[in-house]
């Protein structure tokens, strides 16, 4: 990027006014220079500033939601090459494929397998969030009543496919609101595609003919007709070629600022691979490099579970740890002689033994100390699990006002702290060393009943 932070600082009103969204000027060049604000957000930048700006301020990538409510997508607005320079920031959208000549009950179990294949995941839920709706026969009227099928049964993000540019209009007409995107611009209907998304308000896809080159002039085109929300399909159908191309794009964006291809990109995995377990392939290398939409001809559970978990992991910032929040958590209706124990905040670790205790069906208590997201062991070797700051924590907490016993079972990575914890609890108090695996807390618990 041509400017600094301080650079571009120097072209804002420095009102501190906080409109944009971050407290002080400052920030909001710093913002600016990193790729992450767009500099319409400033509601008092001057004329001439913008002009100067206007190059420098846009993110590589460009934002944008497709859908709306709890279902939309968002994707771009990426930094990075790679996750451990800084971090990946908007995970892909899964999509799954609805065409108008599948009949009532292939799409009716497709919808049925979109609501099923939902998990719970270390506090989070995963799940698909698209249906990618295709025009087979030019039928308008019925291009928007499977569109309203999936919209009312489902509200998931949609994206709008045809080769009509009448199909498309009908539905971006009626589910504007929606946010859909449509799909897709060629050279042939490029400018009365981008008068609809305009008019519509829709982000648009374009589709290429194989060729970085086509993607490039389509791209132009719409952006000089004041199109924004674009996102990229270069046509390719071949897995090495497409993969060098999502590269070479992000490349070019990024390091380049190469605006034509400052776009998301859509992978269309159902038709780069024969059968579901080979999509299931593709949709795993986009998810690593760089699809931010990908499209699947079915979600079955054994293929998008995988696929969902591969994005969590990619997608999570490796320089700051998913953490539980600490406190005292019940677990199968503990009382005032249920069994004490205590753990990290490490988000894997909590949801790990809250599962186990849960499974061995003895009510506990579950103390869950701040380690600063760091496992039992890792928290122990930095001095942030050690028989004072546990000991702290338990006096603290409240957990001795809610049982009768002195009792407190600690990690068998811990062991090594049960003296110190003994003599930071005060006189009585008993520690007991669990198991050193998770696995095995229900026999251990089950053990203590005996």
Request: with cysteine; aromatic share 8%; net charge neutral.
């Amino acid at each position: 990027m041509g400017l600094t932070g301080i650079q571009i600082f120097k072209l804002l009103p420095k009102t501190n006014c906080g409109e944009c969204g971050v407290p002080t000027c400052l920030a909001f060049a710093m913002n600016l220079a990193s790729g992450k604000a767009e500099l319409e957000k400033c509601p008092y930048v001057s004329e001439a500033a913008k002009e100067q700006l206007a190059s420098e301020s846009a993110p590589p990538i460009r934002p944008l939601t497709i859908g709306s409510g709890e279902y939309a997508v968002k994707v771009g607005g990426e930094t990075v090459l790679f996750r451990h320079e800084k971090t990946f920031v908007n995970p892909p959208g899964f999509a799954v494929l609805v065409s108008t000549d599948e009949d009532e009950a292939s799409v009716a179990g497709k919808i049925d397998r979109f609501k099923k294949s939902q998990y719970d995941r270390v506090g989070l839920k995963l799940r698909a969030e698209m249906f990618a709706i295709k025009d087979a026969n030019g039928d308008a009227a019925k291009f928007c009543a499977l569109a309203k099928k999936i919209s009312d049964e489902v509200g998931a993000a949609m994206i709008f496919m045809s080769d009509s540019v009448d199909v498309l209009t009908a539905a971006a007409d009626s589910f504007k609101e929606k946010k859909p995107l449509l799909y897709a611009a060629t050279p042939e209907n490029a400018e009365p595609l981008g008068n609809l998304a305009k008019a519509a308000g829709c982000p648009l896809a374009v589709k290429g003919n194989g060729s970085l080159d086509s993607v490039i002039a389509l791209s132009e085109k719409l952006t000089s007709m004041g199109l924004k929300d674009i996102v990229i399909d270069t046509g390719t159908r071949d897995l090495k070629k497409a993969f060098e191309e999502q590269i070479l794009i992000r490349r070019a964006a990024l390091k380049d600022r190469f605006r034509p291809l400052g776009f998301p990109t859509i992978i269309m995995a159902n038709e780069i691979a024969d059968g579901i377990m080979a999509e299931a392939l593709v949709a795993a290398t986009f998810v690593a490099k760089y699809g931010a939409i990908i499209v699947l001809s079915d979600l079955q559970p054994h293929v998008i579970f995988p696929l969902l978990l591969g994005r969590l992991n990619i997608y999570t910032d490796p320089q700051r740890p998913m953490t539980a929040e600490q406190g005292i958590y019940p677990l199968n209706n503990p009382d005032e002689n249920s069994p004490v124990l205590v753990t990290c905040n490490f988000s894997l670790t909590y949801f790990i033994v809250s599962g186990e205790i849960e499974s061995s069906r003895v009510p506990s208590w579950l103390c869950v100390q701040d380690t600063e997201g760091l496992s039992v062991m890792t928290a122990w070797a930095a001095g942030k699990f050690s028989g004072e700051s546990v000991g702290t924590f338990i006096n603290k907490c409240g957990i001795k006002d809610k049982v009768k016993h002195k009792n407190l079972i600690i990690p068998g990575y811990a062991a090594g702290i049960s003296g110190e914890l003994e003599e930071e609890l005060g006189p009585g108090w008993t520690i007991s060393v669990g198991p050193r695996e998770a696995s095995q807390i229900p026999k251990f618990l089950k053990s203590l009943k005996a």
